[in-house]
């Protein structure tokens, strides 16, 4: 029987007598077959000796901790909505939320359709789309917090880098911080809001003409040069973002960074290492393939299965961390304050409507600021300009009236942005 297992010896052998239980053991030198390699071949599974991916308790574990880590979300980003106090700020964050719901309903999908081999693909490209999206927020999350680009430079302009190799600054030794640092920030995340989307659509495209295999690094195959791609522009973004919390670590500290930086940047790169991990235990034979007449699914389809189900796993607890990260209370403290003693409910009242919820929704899913930001970055007509956001007061609103509360005025803001010159005095 071990020449079924064996893909260099000839069919016409295979199918002849099994070897003897005393022949000589294989020989340990060097393999000289077209077809063989160092590396052990993954175990054959049939549907008679099903993998545990394949199972109804994966199924219904996987759901339970995506269905609850769902709810906890999606509470967390409606509060966010109905206290939507500080929108500059909370539009961000809730992108942010979003990626609790998107990772881990794609996951599950993703195990729901196991068996159909290759279908995860194009599961995993909305997840690997958005999580640039997500990078890219939190970076301007971090701007917000510290007033935008005016206000930092206000701080940090002219000041000399401190080198640490901890922080990768040990190689811009004895440089000042500049309008160009923070282009060079917003630049890197937004290069990997690019780049990931592209290599997603260029994912599915050699998928389709079967170019495309997970854990698959032949130079034949697209897999290996999608990865140095990735790993590339992702390192350059990560790289971006050490940089920026390290020249702006004390003014941010108010906010808790740490802990908003360490549960964004795990939800995303521990799945990426992940995943490499798995396709490199598939590469050393260590991940089973499922051939039979019925199913037939080959070892990097299963790895991805795995990869979904410690994700569908790992995003309760991502949501339980992200609720106390992103907190909701804080603005609806500030939002009560503002409100002051106001009905519980109507227009006025200090819960928000629902057309109002769903404008709000609507406003922050929005991608017009991070195309603006973009223009902002990369054209050469703005590279010595800072962005400083105003309000400018427009009309008051009707004017509510209660029996017991008296009257409260509102007023609503346009938000403008304006141009100035790096080298202005703020």
Not at 101 to 126: E, G, H, K, M, R
Not at 134 to 159: D, H, P, Q, T, W
Not at 347 to 370: F, H, N, V, W
Not at 387 to 403: A, D, I, K, N, Y
Request: charged share 15%; glycine share 6%.
């Amino acid at each position: 029987m071990s020449r079924l297992w064996r893909r260099d010896v000839p069919l016409s052998q295979r199918l002849g007598e099994d070897s003897p239980p005393a022949a000589a053991p294989l020989p340990t030198a060097a393999p000289t077959g077209p077809n063989m390699s160092w590396l052990p071949e993954a175990p054959l599974l049939s549907l008679d000796q099903p993998i545990f991916l394949m199972t109804p308790t994966a199924q219904a574990v996987s759901g339970f901790f995506v269905w609850t880590a769902l709810i906890l979300t999606c509470h967390q980003i409606y509060m966010h909505l109905r206290f939507y106090s500080s929108p500059k700020e909370q539009r961000h964050i809730v992108r942010i939320l979003f990626i609790v719901p998107i990772y881990a309903f794609d996951s599950w999908l993703s195990l729901l359709f196991f068996t159909n081999d290759q279908y995860y693909v194009y599961f995993d490209t909305v997840r690997d789309c958005y999580e640039a999206f997500v990078i890219y927020n939190f970076l301007s999350l971090c701007y917000e917090y510290l007033g935008g680009e005016s206000a930092i430079m206000a701080e940090i302009r002219g000041k000399p880098i401190e080198s640490s190799c901890m922080y990768g600054t040990c190689c811009i030794r004895g440089k000042a911080y500049s309008i160009g640092f923070l282009r060079f920030c917003k630049q890197a995340t937004l290069q990997f809001c690019v780049v990931k989307p592209l290599m997603a659509v260029i994912t599915v495209v050699l998928q389709a003409y079967g170019k495309y295999k997970d854990g698959d690094f032949n130079v034949a195959s697209g897999y290996l040069y999608v990865t140095i791609i990735y790993n590339i522009s992702v390192s350059l973004s990560l790289y971006a973002l050490f940089l920026f919390y390290f020249s702006t670590r004390d003014l941010l500290s108010p906010y808790s960074p740490m802990l908003k930086f360490f549960m964004v940047k795990s939800v995303i790169f521990l799945s990426f290492w992940q995943g490499m991990l798995l396709a490199i235990l598939e590469k050393c034979g260590a991940i089973p393939q499922i051939n039979s007449v019925e199913v037939s699914v080959g070892e990097g389809t299963v790895a991805a299965g795995y990869q979904n189900f410690i994700i569908c796993i790992e995003m309760f607890f991502a949501a339980l961390a992200l609720r106390h990260a992103f907190t909701y209370k804080v603005y609806m403290e500030k939002s009560l304050d503002a409100q002051g003693p106001v009905p519980t409910y109507g227009e006025c009242g200090i819960r928000a409507p629902m057309k109002s919820i769903s404008s709000s929704l609507k406003e922050t899913m929005s991608p017009g600021d991070m195309v603006q930001d973009a223009i902002h970055n990369f054209s050469p007509a703005y590279q010595q300009y800072t962005q400083q956001s105003t309000l400018e007061q427009g009309v008051p609103p009707p004017v509510c009236r209660s029996s017991t509360h008296g009257a409260i005025n509102g007023r609503s803001d346009t938000e403008k942005t304006l141009l100035l010159s790096s080298d202005d005095e703020f």
